[in-house]
């Protein structure tokens, strides 16, 4: 609470006046803090800084194009593996995966990086013919700055080594969070993705979301679009012959959101985390970050979050049918691109819809 004690002298008022324009141009520009508002954030489970891509929300400046996308038969979830390692777990090395389907495990090519700390139970299941998952993963280092990207991962026995690539340099918890092992897009694995407990609480997601679309159907590639925008690094190897989207703005590194006037009544949004979601992609969107290579529609999160979405909502995450699937879908097709979101006016630029996270406290 605010309390003011008028005085009379003018020059008094004249310094009052300049406190109260300078309270109004915060608020303005920052937003209005509420009692919810943490006073700082754990770095692993809400990275990067506060003007990174990942935390940076819609701006009133955003120029908002159609992206045209349909719903689609499934409503999936990419899931990403995130670890804080710590010094005096055995050391393991990492090798090249044997294959994308089945036999992950197999590879005997020695990836150039330095042996990782893994405790001996950390287990990533290998993929099998008719799944063949991303399974981009984080590590942070027991320095607590440095995060090692790895995709796919792929562990198959305890204690046995880790298998994946490592094409991005390591980023840094404390920066951008552009790279990491989304190699679809070059993004990141941890920035953006939906963690345990965020579907599940009462507060809402306060970082922009990944997604996942087809690429033959959605995105766009040519020799002066080559399939990626800021802040993707690369498109798909393929994607000259895998992408046949038809718009120049619907590539890797896309950022979609749902525009203002949009609400919650006007997509009919049935279920808890649906509309929780629908507030995420208002006020901060999500990035294109990999091709689903059929017709699903995917959100980027952490491993363990489809277990505790069943056991708190009593239905499944992925799916077909169902109102959590409507929603889904409704959500999808309510996105939009923000045509002018860059390095210079994340967002889009402009007024922040909300307020800019606080500074990490770790």
Same mark, same amino acid.
Request: glycine share 12%; charged share 20%.
């Given at each position: 609470?605010?309390?003011?004690?008028?005085?009379?002298?003018?020059?008094?008022?004249?310094?009052?006046?300049?406190?109260?324009?300078?309270?109004?141009?915060?608020?303005?520009?920052?937003?209005?803090?509420?009692?919810?508002?943490?006073?700082?954030?754990?770095?692993?489970?809400?990275?990067?800084?506060?003007?990174?891509?990942?935390?940076?929300?819609?701006?009133?400046?955003?120029?908002?194009?159609?992206?045209?996308?349909?719903?689609?038969?499934?409503?999936?979830?990419?899931?990403?593996?995130?670890?804080?390692?710590?010094?005096?777990?055995?050391?393991?090395?990492?090798?090249?995966?044997? /294959?994308? *389907?089945?036999?992950?495990?197999? #590879?005997?090519? $020695? +990836?150039? %990086?330095? =042996? &990782?700390?893994?405790?001996?139970?950390?287990?990533?299941?290998?993929?099998?013919?008719?799944?063949?998952?991303?399974? /981009?993963? *984080?590590?942070?280092?027991?320095? #607590?700055?440095? $995060? +090692?990207? %790895?995709? =796919? &991962?792929?562990?198959?026995?305890?204690?046995?080594?880790?298998?994946?690539?490592?094409?991005?340099?390591?980023?840094?918890?404390?920066?951008?969070?552009?790279?990491?092992?989304?190699?679809?897009?070059?993004?990141?694995?941890?920035?953006?993705?939906?963690?345990?407990?965020?579907?599940?609480?009462?507060?809402?997601?306060?970082?922009?979301?990944?997604?996942?679309?087809?690429?033959?159907?959605?995105?766009?590639?040519?020799?002066?679009?080559?399939?990626?925008?800021?802040?993707?690094?690369?498109?798909?190897?393929?994607?000259?012959?895998?992408?046949?989207?038809?718009?120049?703005?619907?590539?890797?590194?896309?950022?979609?959101?749902?525009?203002?006037?949009?609400?919650?009544?006007?997509?009919?949004?049935?279920?808890?985390?649906?509309?929780?979601?629908?507030?995420?992609?208002?006020?901060?969107?999500?990035?294109?970050?990999?091709?689903?290579?059929?017709?699903?529609?995917?959100?980027?999160?952490?491993?363990?979050?489809?277990?505790?979405?069943?056991?708190?909502?009593?239905?499944?995450?992925?799916?077909?049918?169902?109102?959590?699937?409507?929603?889904?879908?409704?959500?999808?097709?309510?996105?939009?691109?923000?045509?002018?979101?860059?390095?210079?006016?994340?967002?889009?630029?402009?007024?922040?819809?909300?307020?800019?996270?606080?500074?990490?406290?770790?």
């Amino acid at each position: 609470m605010l309390i003011i004690q008028f005085l009379p002298s003018r020059k008094r008022l004249s310094s009052l006046f300049i406190f109260l324009a300078s309270i109004v141009l915060a608020l303005f520009f920052h937003g209005v803090a509420t009692p919810t508002d943490p006073p700082t954030r754990d770095k692993f489970l809400w990275p990067f800084s506060s003007t990174s891509p990942w935390n940076m929300p819609i701006g009133s400046n955003a120029n908002f194009i159609p992206a045209n996308i349909d719903k689609a038969v499934f409503a999936g979830a990419d899931q990403e593996y995130l670890f804080k390692l710590k010094d005096g777990d055995p050391l393991r090395q990492l090798y090249e995966p044997g /294959a994308w *389907a089945e036999g992950r495990c197999t #590879g005997t090519k $020695l +990836v150039g %990086i330095s =042996p &990782l700390p893994i405790p001996d139970d950390l287990i990533v299941p290998d993929a099998t013919q008719n799944y063949t998952p991303n399974s /981009a993963s *984080a590590f942070l280092l027991p320095d #607590g700055k440095t $995060l +090692v990207q %790895i995709g =796919p &991962l792929a562990r198959c026995q305890p204690g046995g080594p880790l298998y994946g690539f490592h094409y991005y340099h390591d980023e840094d918890i404390y920066g951008q969070g552009l790279g990491g092992s989304h190699f679809g897009s070059g993004l990141s694995a941890i920035g953006g993705s939906i963690r345990k407990g965020e579907l599940t609480s009462d507060q809402p997601i306060r970082h922009a979301l990944k997604v996942v679309i087809w690429g033959e159907k959605y995105l766009y590639y040519s020799k002066d679009i080559p399939g990626h925008r800021w802040p993707a690094a690369l498109a798909d190897n393929n994607a000259p012959n895998q992408y046949h989207g038809k718009n120049p703005a619907l590539v890797q590194g896309s950022l979609l959101a749902i525009p203002p006037n949009v609400t919650e009544d006007n997509l009919n949004l049935q279920t808890a985390p649906g509309k929780k979601l629908f507030h995420a992609l208002q006020d901060y969107g999500a990035y294109v970050v990999d091709d689903a290579g059929w017709d699903g529609h995917y959100f980027g999160v952490e491993h363990g979050v489809l277990e505790e979405f069943r056991n708190t909502f009593g239905y499944d995450f992925e799916g077909t049918s169902g109102n959590f699937y409507d929603d889904f879908m409704r959500l999808f097709e309510a996105l939009y691109i923000v045509d002018n979101n860059g390095p210079d006016s994340v967002g889009g630029g402009g007024t922040p819809r909300v307020d800019l996270a606080p500074p990490i406290g770790n």
